[in-house]
């Protein structure tokens, strides 16, 4: 059982940063991908970064490279989005996920995914 807890949503005016944390506790030592994923009312929820083991693998969506760095603090069981220069269209619910698996085809499909937190709403005004 592995719980997560997101954290660091907010509101910001676009070109602005926000750090998302993404805590974890239970049976993390077990856990080996962790993403973040986002969601618009109405829309699919997309993937929007993974890490793979602490950082061996890293994966983007095109949509934030160059803007968004995942990063993860095994101290403390915690992963991080750091989202730089953020655009109205990054407005959305952010999730974190994890499971104990890895799928580096699959990775930005939220159905592999077994733990979800509650999520942290960003919003992003122009």
């Known amino acids: 059982q592995v719980e997560l807890v997101e954290s660091g949503g907010g509101s910001v005016q676009a070109g602005g940063s926000l750090r998302l944390s993404c805590a974890a506790s239970g049976a993390t030592y077990s856990t080996k991908s962790v993403a973040w994923f986002r969601q618009v009312s109405g829309k699919e929820r997309e993937a929007v970064a993974l890490?793979?083991?602490?950082?061996?693998?890293?994966r983007y969506a095109d949509s934030v490279e160059g803007r968004f760095t995942i990063s993860q603090n095994h101290t403390i069981a915690t992963v991080y989005l750091q989202m730089n220069d953020l655009k109205p269209e990054d407005t959305a619910m952010y999730y974190c996920a994890a499971d104990f698996g890895w799928f580096p085809n699959n990775w930005n499909k939220r159905s592999w995914y077994k733990w979800w937190g509650q999520g942290t709403q960003v919003t992003v005004s122009s």
């Open positions: 890490i793979y083991l602490g950082g061996i693998s890293t």
